[in-house]
């Protein structure tokens, strides 16, 4: 039969001493205690000499897996009995005792002659009844769908087993009226929605407030309904309050009701779906087909649904990563990690908008593990690099520290199977030791894996996902808010543009000519005003002085330019050196600090104000040393002139200031403070900066607008001849400046166009404010007087 790609499986595992296996069943006294020889479970259909006594025997006595070839018989038809006998022995063993897991796929890829024929039902079988043994919540429908030819089978098992306990395997106290149709104190169980290794959860009625809620009954141990009654936030499922039934020791959870099916069914419709054929609409189609075997309608159309359906799939993984970072955050400012992220424990609502659920194994918002991880659990397939040192730690290992940094990585590997179909690491045998699945992780993610992202997949997502999958925690984002404003960005076009532009394009490689931009923004406007300065002034006022006076003008007039231009040089690189030299270090691999970058970003967001701050400054310094110049080489001159000198010296400074600004700043904005955002993380100081730049800019741009206005009022007074030189001076001032004006108003409107949509990056709302360029987000709650349609059972469990 076609099997699909292996993937490692979601198991749950917590450290410290083994769990109580339960009563011994087995005939024969080597077996470990619950687990079984299948000649005494349910009919196989076969009797051979398998060699199982001798796998059992080494199990025992070394603790360790071995190779099963060494127990197969010879013979083909025999061998194949004899392998799946052997991988039901080694599955109890790996699962219940040595905590090293397998799954059916793994067992395929190292013996093919499995698939020569369809697996046995009871070997499937084995395989669920294990995995709940060992303490994880199984969903049976995921078998179903994956094992078609063997479903009634694997159902009949399910139902007979005579090792099964209670309803559902559970042993809960007193479970023998958990039952759809009865009523359980306030609560009418209208149909079980799912169960798991320590819960049942039922869709139920409320009788005292009529209203639909899902019931999660489990035994009263714990602490998760103090944890998640903590936490009111629209991407957290809401609990509303439990009930403890003494008498019974059970404790009943009771919590919104969200029926739009889990990540888990997402990531199937994923992997049985090409790249090129996946878009929102996909998610959509998950949660519409989960209500449909529910026997619920499929809702109406709505502006969050019409909004997910446009867009595309990479889009798609960022607005639900977008929810759930802010969720993580939510969470962790009181005190809460969830430590279990992964598909199955985000719920759907029937609009799409994502639920974190099942905080069983959370704990306080930072954890000191010294030396192991007696209270550590979580999903090995999702474990940070951190948790999995922490849970195979030998007794030596140093403490290690669990944040929420912890949460957002497991956040990253689901995010990112949920975009590509597979996990970010090459897990290919599910029973490999943390220790080892702790070294690949510190690896990073490898060339292969990235390239399995989708075509369409922006450089920003990939960036964002590649930064939480970081191996060391002080690399990735630090908080779930900071990881939201990223996924903000991914949402938004024109900012994941600016942000993360395309690798080959111009603008990504512009960074390199920093210093050579600065010096022809800054020199060649200041040469023009330097050029007007002197022929303005020479036919006006210097030309009427006697000759050695002009002469001693000129020394002047050459000392202040060779002076001012290399010392305004001076000053704007020392002024803007973070500017500068900081996005090229990291473009060229270096790392800096948070303090650094921010005050990177601060100073290249202020490059062009802080440019013509310097080179109007010293403008100012030669409208005082010419007045003086002159009143030392010609003992004074008209007031006329004087007016004629400040005017001129007005023009240059404008000139000096209005183009060199937003041609630095277009340059800045563009090219070089997107880097340090996309090597960074973005702060409320820079939504801050970026308003700030945005008032600035403004003001210059009435500068820049004064410029040919100034020369019209200079030509009704300047009184020279139309052939005049300084007359063609200011006319041609006049016609440049309206030129330069058209052009810089340009810079303005793209400068203003890409700070905007930085800056709703930046300060985008809170959970209930708009979502940059998308709708805002909202929460879907069944009205309490109208109950769902019905006519069978959900399998996703809050």
Not at 14 to 30: K, Y
Not at 612 to 638: D, K, N, R, T
Not at 673 to 697: C, F, K, Q
Request: aromatic share 8%.
């Amino acid at each position: 039969m076609d099997r699909p790609a292996p993937h490692q499986g979601d198991a749950t595992v917590v450290a410290g001493p083994p769990p109580t296996l339960g009563p011994d069943n087995g005939p024969s006294s080597t077996e470990p205690r619950g687990i079984r020889s299948r000649g005494s479970g349910p009919n196989t259909g076969f009797v051979v000499d398998t060699g199982v006594g001798r796998l059992v025997a080494h199990w025992e006595e070394s603790g360790a897996p071995s190779d099963l070839t060494d127990y197969l018989p010879d013979a083909d038809a025999v061998r194949r009995a004899a392998l799946v006998e052997l991988i039901m022995v080694d599955l109890a063993y790996r699962w219940l005792r040595a905590h090293r897991p397998k799954r059916i796929a793994d067992y395929c890829l190292e013996f093919p002659e499995l698939l020569a024929a369809p697996l046995p039902p009871e070997l499937v079988y084995e395989e669920y009844r294990v995995r709940r043994l060992s303490g994880e919540a199984v969903d049976p429908d995921e078998y179903d769908a994956e094992f078609p030819l063997q479903a009634e089978r694997f159902e009949w098992l399910r139902e007979h087993d005579p090792r099964s306990v209670g309803a559902g395997g559970l042993d809960l106290p007193g479970s023998e009226d958990l039952a759809v149709g009865h009523r359980l104190d306030d609560f009418d169980l209208v149909t079980e929605l799912g169960h798991g290794a320590f819960a049942r959860v039922f869709l139920a009625r409320q009788r005292s407030m009529q209203r639909w809620v899902a019931l999660k009954i489990s035994r009263n141990v714990g602490t998760e309904a103090q944890t998640l009654a903590q936490l009111d936030h629209p991407y957290i499922v809401r609990v509303f309050d439990q009930r403890v039934l003494e008498d019974r020791q059970l404790r009943m959870l009771f919590m919104e009701y969200v029926p739009g099916g889990t990540l888990l069914d997402v990531l199937r419709l994923v992997r049985d779906t090409p790249p090129e054929h996946r878009s929102g609409r996909l998610l959509l189609d998950s949660i519409d087909g989960v209500l449909a075997r529910k026997g619920e309608m499929r809702p109406a159309d709505s502006g969050i649904r019409t909004e997910i359906a446009a867009l595309s799939w990479p889009e798609t993984v960022a607005w639900i990563g977008l929810r759930l970072a802010e969720a993580l955050d939510y969470a962790s400012d009181r005190g809460v990690l969830h430590r279990d992220i992964k598909p199955a424990n985000v719920l759907l609502t029937v609009e799409g908008e994502p639920k974190l659920a099942d905080f069983n194994v959370s704990s306080s918002a930072e954890v000191d593990v010294p030396g192991g991880g007696s209270v550590m659990a979580g999903s090995v397939a999702y474990m940070s690099p951190e948790q999995l040192a922490a849970v195979s730690a030998p007794e030596a290992a140093a403490v290690a520290r669990i944040d929420t940094r912890s949460d957002i990585y497991a956040l990253g590997v689901m995010l990112w199977e949920l975009l590509t179909g597979s996990r970010p690491f090459v897990d290919a045998r599910s029973g490999e030791s943390p220790a080892v699945l702790l070294e690949r992780r510190r690896r990073g993610v490898d060339d292969a894996r990235q390239s399995s992202l989708p075509a369409d997949c922006p450089a920003a997502l990939r960036r964002v996902l590649l930064f939480s999958l970081a191996p060391d925690p002080a690399d990735r984002w630090s908080s779930g808010r900071k990881l939201a404003r990223q996924f903000a960005l991914c949402l938004d076009p024109h900012a994941r543009d600016l942000v993360d532009p395309p690798p080959a394009s111009r603008r990504a490689r512009m960074w390199r000519w920093a210093l050579p931009v600065m010096i022809a923004a800054i020199g060649i406007p200041n040469l023009l005003a330097a050029g007007y300065n002197y022929y303005y002034n020479r036919e006006l006022i210097v030309s009427g002085l006697s000759v050695p006076a002009q002469h001693y003008l000129e020394q002047v007039h050459l000392v202040i330019g060779a002076l001012a231009f290399p010392l305004g040089a001076l000053l704007i690189l020392s002024w803007c050196r973070l500017a500068l030299t900081v996005p090229r270090g990291v473009r060229e691999g270096r790392s800096y600090g948070p303090v650094v970058l921010g005050r990177a970003r601060a100073a290249t967001l202020n490059m062009g104000h802080r440019a013509v701050v310097v080179s109007f400054a010293l403008w100012m310094v030669a409208g005082i040393v010419y007045p003086i110049a002159l009143q030392v080489a010609a003992g004074g001159i008209p007031l006329g002139a004087y007016t004629h000198l400040i005017t001129s010296l007005v023009v240059c400074g404008a000139v000096a200031v209005a183009y060199p600004f937003f041609i630095v700043t277009y340059y800045a904005v563009r090219c070089l403070y997107p880097i340090l955002l996309s090597h960074g993380e973005i702060r409320s100081d820079d939504g801050r900066d970026i308003r700030t730049l945005r008032l600035v800019s403004t003001r210059y741009l009435a500068v820049a607008a004064s410029v040919p206005l100034v020369g019209v009022a200079g030509l009704s007074f300047v009184g020279a001849g139309p052939g005049s030189t300084v007359n063609m001076t200011v006319r041609v001032l006049c016609l440049g400046g309206i030129l330069a004006f058209i052009g810089v108003y340009q810079l303005f409107r793209r400068i203003d166009s890409d700070l905007r949509a930085l800056a709703r990056v930046a300060t985008f709302g809170v959970p209930s404010g708009a979502v940059p360029g998308h709708g805002r987000p909202r929460t879907s709650q069944q009205s309490p007087s109208s109950p769902p349609s019905m006519s069978g059972s959900g399998s996703s469990p809050p």
